[in-house]
């Protein structure tokens, strides 16, 4: 689990060293500084170009303002819920005596909560939530920034878009789509391909090299990025080795705005957001103003909304009247074991042959486990993106809750 988050981070990171650029409950400031003038004071230092001492640069207090307000200082596109909820009942579940061990010390589900760099956690089962809780400074009204769990909702965005026939199939060559990179190496590289990060194109994620690619143009998005793609060399046979790639995460962004010739939180709001009843507006980060989606990163939505992102991944991609919004055995696809490495489907990230999770840095993510009809979600604010106690104790709760929960 430790490199997979190690990997993670990078959806992340050098987008907003490349200049990259919610509505949230009140929060104190930091220092005693009010919480609006703090917002101010980030969305000033960020549009000034100061990204390199941006949200993953920023003192942990300084993180737990951002996150619930990405839209007040980054460019971000909003996705607009409808107007009817998909329900979710509430069951008061007596969870004290759930216990958990970090590095042979025994811990409750309270010493979790009580930890700083908890934010909310929510566990859902049979469209009940049986465990709900926010630190002092957030609600359930709170949109927080997810990270690297945006990816997985990318991929089910491309399963619509193959549903409504904007593209054939995932076999089909990426260079369909953008015809920019005929005659580079992606010219029999696969959508598939990419969504199982196995492009078969060289690829540099050393994020300690200034030189690597991940360095160069891990941020970039549109015609840049593509132009940046073009000039790399090919390294294997597609399909064969697994080589985690900031830039391809968003090149499968560029494949669906060329594909449905929309931008994607308009997509997204219309496939899934609006008819499956997320419950809130949610926002997107863009490239730039006006700019383009980052297909691997950043969606800002509510706890419940994460859930429901779960529960509609648990529910194979249909609606409540059995509409389906992906193709026939998408989610199953999406969440096979790939020929490069066994632990990643299409973007998604597989714990064995029962659960499946979106994952993202500093502790966002949302597992699910279809045989227990049991989706569980967090939104975190740990001290460093990845490999921190937190995260520990993150992965030996979620371990006892589904130890509590699985059937």
Not at 53 to 82: K, Y
């Amino acid at each position: 689990m430790a490199i997979q988050l190690r990997i993670i981070v990078l959806v992340f990171l050098t987008s907003w060293l490349a200049g990259c650029a919610s509505n949230g409950a009140e929060a104190p400031g930091v220092g005693g500084e009010p919480e609006a003038a703090l917002i101010e004071g980030l969305s000033a230092r960020a549009k000034a170009g100061d990204v390199v001492d941006g949200l993953l640069f920023w003192s942990q207090p300084e993180r737990r303002v951002a996150f619930g307000h990405v839209d007040q200082i980054f460019p971000t596109r909003t996705i607009q819920a409808g107007d009817s909820p998909y329900a979710l009942t509430s069951q008061s579940v007596d969870l004290s005596d759930i216990r958990y061990q970090v590095d042979g010390k025994q811990y409750s589900l309270a010493d979790f909560r009580a930890m700083d760099a908890h934010v909310g956690l929510i566990v859902v089962q049979d469209d009940t939530i049986l465990a709900e809780h926010y630190s002092a400074t957030n609600t359930a009204e709170t949109r927080w920034i997810s990270f690297s769990v945006s990816k997985s909702v990318t991929s089910m965005l491309i399963g619509a878009a193959i549903k409504d026939g904007f593209i054939e199939s995932v076999d089909d060559p990426v260079i369909n789509y953008l015809p920019r990179l005929r005659g580079t190496a992606y010219e029999h590289t696969t959508i598939k391909n990419v969504l199982n990060m196995a492009s078969g194109v060289k690829w540099n994620e050393d994020y300690a090299d200034r030189d690597s690619d991940v360095a160069k143009a891990g941020g970039l998005n549109g015609v840049e990025l593509v132009k940046y793609l073009a000039t790399l060399p090919t390294e294997v046979t597609p399909g064969e080795k697994f080589n985690y790639s900031t830039g391809e995460t968003n090149l499968v962004g560029e494949i669906l705005r060329a594909a449905i010739g929309n931008n994607a939180s308009t997509y997204l709001s219309k496939k899934i957001w609006k008819p499956f009843g997320m419950g809130a507006d949610a926002t997107w980060l863009l490239g730039g103003e006006d700019g383009g989606e980052l297909g691997g990163c950043c969606i800002s939505a509510t706890l419940r909304d994460y859930a429901r992102i779960g529960l509609f991944a648990l529910h194979n991609g249909q609606l409540k009247d059995s509409t389906e919004v992906l193709p026939e055995n998408w989610i199953q696809q999406s969440t096979a074991p790939s020929l490069g490495m066994d632990g990643y489907g299409y973007l998604w990230w597989l714990f064995g042959s029962e659960r499946f999770a979106a994952l993202g840095i500093f502790g966002q993510q949302i597992f699910v486990e279809p045989k227990s009809n049991l989706v569980i979600a967090m939104h975190s604010n740990a001290p460093t993106a990845v490999d921190s106690e937190y995260s520990k104790h993150q992965r030996a709760l979620v371990q006892a809750l589904f130890a509590r929960f699985s059937r």
